[in-house]
Structure formats: structure tokens, C-alpha cells
């Protein structure tokens, strides 16, 4: 609800609506004097407001609009890009089982089938795994020594199986399991 400033008559004014767009609504006093939002729109806290989250409505589903600006990239070139950072091309390449000058393409926008767009993600998910519980050596030392946990090395489980066996493994170390 606004205060009114002592008027009473309709004001038109300029609000913002999710997705960025203004809209133009009239505003009128209701018999106490303030004036209400039109039926459809609220008031939303600045916390509310920075992630748009809806209410679930009567059918139970929810929405959320994500903002794009001050997120990390999420594109296939910019998580390419992170991981030859990390972790170098020939690196990168070798854990997707893809040729050394792919990833480069990849950081560059060329040729990424849906596959190896599943399995950047899958294997940036693991780098944030491992550079939490390690340190950048300790986690090449893992990465390349057996594990009791998994049985064979955490490298190889990943190229055969995928990052969900190595993220346990990962659990389980720092659970103090198998140290």
C-alpha cells in the first residue's frame, strides 16, 4: 500500500514488472485514502525483487525468472574457457576423451554437440568438488593415485563413469573415510 499526499485523485505512475519492462497504471485512492497496486501486482521486498521468485500458484507450480546480470557464464565457451584455465587444453581434452583441439574450438563457440556440453558440465562440476576439498596439487595427486573408495584411480572412474562415483569418493575422504 502508498500513502497518499493528500490527494485524491487517480495518479498515473510507472512500475517495474519482472522481465524488465515498465508498465503505465493508474492509481486511485480507495475510501481511506491510500492508493493500491491494481489486482495481479504486489509490493516485493528488495530480497524478493533481486531473484523474481513467484509464489506457486493454485496449480503447485513455481517460477523463477533468473537474472542474467552478475552471474558467472554458463555458456559452453565460457566453461570451456574456465577449465583450460584450470586445468589446460591437453588436460582437458584427454579427461573428455575428445581430440586436443576441440576444446579450444569450444572456447572459441565452434562445433559443441550436446554430449560434450554435458560433459563440460560434468567435469566442471567435479574441478569445484575437488578445489574445495583440495588444493590444486593435492587434487592432481588424488585425481592420478588410487582410491580404496572407488578401487581404481578417481581419473579413470570419471572418464568411464562420470563424475557421480568421484564426488562420492570426494564425500567420503573428507568424511574421513579411506585417508
Not at 556440453?117 to 593415485?145: I, K, N
Not at 573408495?149 to 562420492?168: E, K, T
Amino acid at each position: 500500500m502508498v500513502e497518499p499526499e493528500a490527494r485524491t485523485t487517480a495518479q498515473q505512475v510507472k512500475l517495474r514488472v519482472p522481465g524488465a519492462r515498465q508498465v503505465e497504471v493508474d492509481l486511485a485512492p480507495d475510501r481511506e485514502g491510500r492508493y493500491r497496486l491494481p489486482r495481479g501486482m504486489r509490493v516485493t521486498s528488495a530480497a524478493q525483487a533481486k531473484y523474481h521468485v513467484r509464489k506457486i500458484g493454485r496449480r503447485g507450480r513455481a517460477s523463477v525468472d533468473f537474472k542474467v546480470e552478475g552471474t558467472a557464464p554458463y555458456s559452453t565457451p565460457a566453461v570451456a574457457g574456465r577449465l583450460i584455465d584450470l586445468l589446460g587444453n591437453n588436460t582437458v581434452a584427454e579427461l573428455l576423451g575428445v581430440a586436443k583441439d576441440r576444446p579450444g574450438r569450444w572456447v572459441r563457440g565452434q562445433g559443441v554437440e550436446a554430449a560434450n556440453r554435458a560433459a563440460l558440465a560434468d567435469l566442471e562440476s567435479l574441478v569445484g568438488q575437488l578445489l574445495a576439498a583440495f588444493t590444486p596439487e593435492q587434487a592432481a595427486l588424488w585425481l592420478t593415485g588410487d582410491n580404496a573408495h572407488l578401487g581404481a584411480r578417481p581419473i579413470d572412474v570419471f572418464r568411464l563413469q562420470g563424475s557421480a562415483p568421484v564426488v562420492a569418493a570426494i564425500a567420503a575422504r573428507e568424511q574421513g573415510a579411506f585417508s
